[in-house]
């Protein structure tokens, strides 16, 4: 999966996954072992497979770079988890109108392809 990092990776949710077949993408959510659950509004899960078990629980915002699989499981590359104790709660229905955005309107972000 050395591709995967070798270009931009589109941001995309949970109800984006089966449009990204094959493709590198990113996807961040709320962690909670190995799922994401990227917006709690829609309602939507997305399986992340590790290469490697977790050392511990998820938890927190998690954001995953990784291939999306046919059967729409990201196959995860890297992960990265960000705590909310920070003080500023992440806010992922705001972060979903933002990617709601962006793939609305791709002439102003063409890094998104």
């Not at 959510?29 to 917006?39: A, E, K, S, V, Y």
């Not at 590359?77 to 709601?100: Q, W």
């Amino acid at each position: 999966m050395a591709g995967v990092f070798e270009s931009p990776k589109a941001r995309i949710n949970a109800s984006m996954l089966t449009q990204y077949v094959s493709k590198p993408r990113l996807v961040c959510g709320r962690g909670r072992l190995i799922c994401i659950n990227t917006c709690p509004c829609q309602g939507k899960t997305a399986s992340v497979e590790l290469n490697e078990p977790l050392e511990g629980e998820l938890s927190g915002i998690v954001e995953v770079v990784g291939m999306v699989s046919n059967k729409g499981t990201v196959m995860a590359s890297a992960y990265n988890a960000y705590r909310d104790d920070k003080g500023i709660p992440f806010d992922l229905e705001l972060y979903n109108e933002a990617l709601k955005v962006v793939h609305d309107y791709p002439q102003y972000y063409p890094f998104q392809q």
